[in-house]
């Protein structure tokens, strides 16, 4: 079955200092791949999307991530954090083969950062 | 993008008593879906709302707990019937299909309390 995971269910880093959060799937085809940020008290956002080309994709606020096909992965980067990054991150994978019809979410990483 | 509002944005209800939440988008779309995301959890898909048709629902939910509408491009409404307290959740509306974005964009979420 397709799933989606992220090994980090809580990190916490130093404001400035860099992230790295992982994401997992499992899903036959060539997936559609998503990350998305949910704030407290806010919708979720799309920071960015990969769909094929550049394997190295850049979103908003200043992050990136990296499809890895050996290595089933899709995960998110940014050189600095701030503290205003403190939020719940969710990856995501869409199931219909079509670009983002049917999307499988991770558990999802709570990010804290310290000032 | 998109602007999707939610109604209510909160409310606290006793079991055994139904809530609709409605789900409103600024421009017509081609596809509105319905998520759940139980306390702490990930987000799970409830349904697919069809324009003029009846919901596809995901396996574990059913038309009868969670009747849905479609009347038009815009709108749709979640019924959250004969509540429990299990059903405490935050309901997200979301939508895909708008212009030339291949993403789906999410409303605020409806945070439901049951005691």
């Known amino acids: 079955a397709q799933s989606v995971t992220q090994p980090d269910i809580h990190i916490t880093v130093s404001e400035g200092a860099s992230l790295e959060l992982r994401c997992n799937y499992s899903?036959?085809?060539?997936?559609?791949l998503f990350w998305y940020v949910q704030s407290p008290g806010q919708g979720l956002q799309l920071l960015l999307k990969?769909?094929?080309?550049?394997?190295l994709v850049q979103g908003i606020k200043g992050f990136e991530a990296e499809f890895k096909r050996s290595q089933s992965s899709f995960n998110l980067r940014k050189p600095s954090v701030h503290w205003s990054d403190a939020a719940e991150y969710f990856c995501a994978v869409d199931i219909a083969g079509q670009g983002a019809q049917k999307l499988v979410f991770g558990q999802g990483t709570r990010l804290t950062i310290n000032p | 993008s998109a602007v999707i509002s939610q109604k209510p944005s909160r409310d606290i209800c006793q079991r055994g008593t139904s809530l609709t939440i409605q789900c409103q988008v600024d421009s017509q779309v081609t596809m509105m879906f319905w998520y759940r995301q139980q306390p702490g959890q990930s987000l799970t898909l409830i349904a697919t709302?069809?324009?003029?048709?009846?919901?596809?629902?995901e396996s574990g939910f059913v038309i009868d707990k969670f009747p849905i509408s479609r009347p038009n491009l815009t709108f749709s409404t979640l019924t959250v019937s004969n509540m429990s307290p299990e059903d405490s959740s935050i309901y997200l509306c979301?939508?895909?299909?708008?212009?030339?974005?291949?993403?789906?964009?999410f409303g605020p979420g409806t945070r439901l309390t049951v005691l």
């Open positions: 979301s939508v895909w299909g708008i212009s030339s974005y291949n993403e789906q964009f």
């Open positions: 990969y769909f094929s080309g550049d394997t």
């Open positions: 709302a069809n324009q003029g048709s009846e919901a596809t629902y």
């Open positions: 899903y036959g085809a060539t997936p559609y």
